[in-house]
């Protein structure tokens, strides 16, 4: 139980996403929790035995360590990864019940159902339409507002993203006004700079996939209101088919991560 | 052997859960068990190297750190997700047990095993009950245990071998607070969960009982 199993659960959410929504799952994955894992935690590895106080008061490191990491960076990351993935669970229960609901018409002999088998409604891709178009945008809107709270959380935290080299300190037991020295913190400030560019970089890609659900939306507005006769079997073709390509381009890249994490 | 057994487990139960006890399943995995192994376990995991006392006596770190911590909050964190996860068992018994009767008998006893009526009905919400009555009880072990849910930085000790009162730190006690207030507010959230499904389920169930009586009744 890691990280791999958080891609399970979101594999299942990538069918229903539009192609924004897959391109931001793939970033995810491979520039933000692979480098987590592979990367980061090996950097801030150390970070406590390695921090030296120039002191042997006994107490005065772990005092002065803990007065300026309330919080580690690693630990504040994979909150962030967590929180932010977590509002894509929403789309899946919704398909969820939607399923369950074809389902049980379909037991009763519900005439309008238009499946043959449980497999089919099993297998069917939504489209994000209708409630589903509310909940797919709720969930896009919390994932802006907890990649946007944690990036502050971090710029108040630390007082910007550079790690410096030297910190003096004065807490109590420390006798007097201490350097305390912490380790690796070129690397450390590369790694942090690496992380914001790609939250950065994530929060644009929710924000263009929430511009563009919107334009959908007005737009498939104006066009019932100007043309009331339109054919939905025709839009259905093409929808399908630019999903099932989609589909293509994200299992490739999926399988590559799959390669990597074994 | 390890934390995939429990995620198993608990993906068996989502099948016969409702929608709520679902939302309870992913609120387990994802805030508690993913949030324990990738972040709270490194917390954790040097907290007895990393104490220190202001003395040289050979012994009284080891006494100290026992006396403070007489079962550290990550194992007890570890206990709590065991314990409020198996009460899901029984209902995973139960429904084996139909299961087992219908294949003995070679007849359909019931309208499909997983079925929540009657007995399992009564099974699923003593699970629930069991549910939070463990939550509350952890709780209450690390309110009790740890004299509320702050980690100090300075504690001060005077047990054999220590020949006075010295003073032992406590690493990280900043993050270790914030993760604890993070798992107590997840229990909370977990507790919250339990006692709606329960209501739920007895509203449902009494409605559908009241309704039939009635029927009957007019008949």
Same mark, same amino acid.
């Given at each position: ?201 994530? !929060? ?44 293509? !381009? ?13 | ?219």
């Amino acid at each position: 139980m890691d990280w791999g199993a958080l891609h399970t659960i979101l594999g299942g959410v990538n069918k229903h996403s539009t192609s924004i929504g897959k391109i931001w799952l793939t970033v995810l994955f491979i520039f933000r929790i692979m480098i987590l894992v592979v990367a980061a935690e090996r950097v801030w590895g150390d970070e406590q035995d390695d921090f030296i106080c120039n002191t042997l008061q006994p107490g005065c490191k772990n005092v002065c360590y803990d007065h300026f990491f309330p919080i580690s960076h690693i630990r504040l990351w994979a909150l962030q990864l967590i929180f932010v993935s977590t509002p894509a669970l929403l789309v899946a229960m919704h398909v969820a019940y939607r399923r369950h609901e074809k389902k049980r018409q379909f037991r009763k002999g519900d005439q309008k159902c238009e499946f043959k088998d449980i497999e089919e409604i099993r297998k069917q891709r939504f489209r994000i339409e209708g409630s589903l178009w509310w909940t797919y945008t709720s969930s896009i809107f919390f994932r802006l507002v907890f990649e946007a709270i944690f990036m502050y959380a971090f710029y108040f935290m630390y007082n910007g993203f550079q790690m410096p080299r030297l910190m003096k300190c004065n807490a109590w037991p420390c006798p007097n006004t201490v350097d305390c020295f912490v380790s690796r913190p070129t690397e450390k400030t590369v790694f942090t700079i690496f992380m914001i560019a790609v939250s950065s970089i994530c !929060i644009l890609l929710n924000v263009a996939e929430l511009c563009y659900l919107l334009t959908k939306f007005f737009l498939r507005r104006s066009k019932k209101a100007g043309n009331p006769k339109h054919h939905p079997n025709h839009e259905n073709k093409e929808e399908t088919k630019q999903n099932e390509m989609n589909e293509l !381009i994200s299992d490739s890249c999926q399988n590559t991560v799959i390669g990597f994490s074994n | 052997m390890s934390w995939g057994f429990l995620r198993d487990l608990l993906s068996g139960v989502n099948k016969y859960s409702t929608g709520i006890g679902r939302i309870w399943v992913a609120v387990v995995f994802i805030l508690r068990l993913l949030v324990y192994i990738v972040a709270a376990e490194n917390i954790w995991k040097y907290e007895h190297d990393e104490f220190e006392c202001n003395i040289k006596q050979p012994g009284c770190e080891n006494v100290c750190f026992d006396h403070f911590f007489p079962i550290s909050h990550i194992r007890l964190w570890a206990l709590q997700l065991i314990m409020v996860s198996t009460p899901s068992l029984l209902v995973i018994f139960h429904v084996a047990y139909r299961e087992n009767r219908e294949k003995h008998r070679n007849q359909k006893l019931y309208k499909s095993p997983g079925e929540r009526d009657g007995g399992l009905l009564c099974t699923y919400l003593i699970s629930l009950i069991l549910k939070t009555v463990f939550e509350i009880v952890f709780l209450f072990l690390f309110y009790k245990l740890y004299n509320g849910f702050e980690v100090p930085r300075l504690v001060k000790c005077d047990i054999r071998p220590c020949p006075n009162t010295v003073d032992c730190y406590i690493s990280k006690p900043t993050e270790k607070m914030i993760f604890l207030y993070f798992l107590v507010a997840a229990s909370c959230l977990c507790i919250a969960l339990n006692l709606s499904e329960f209501s739920y389920l007895i509203f449902k169930y009494s409605t559908k009982w009241y309704l039939k009586r009635y029927i009957k009744k007019r008949q």
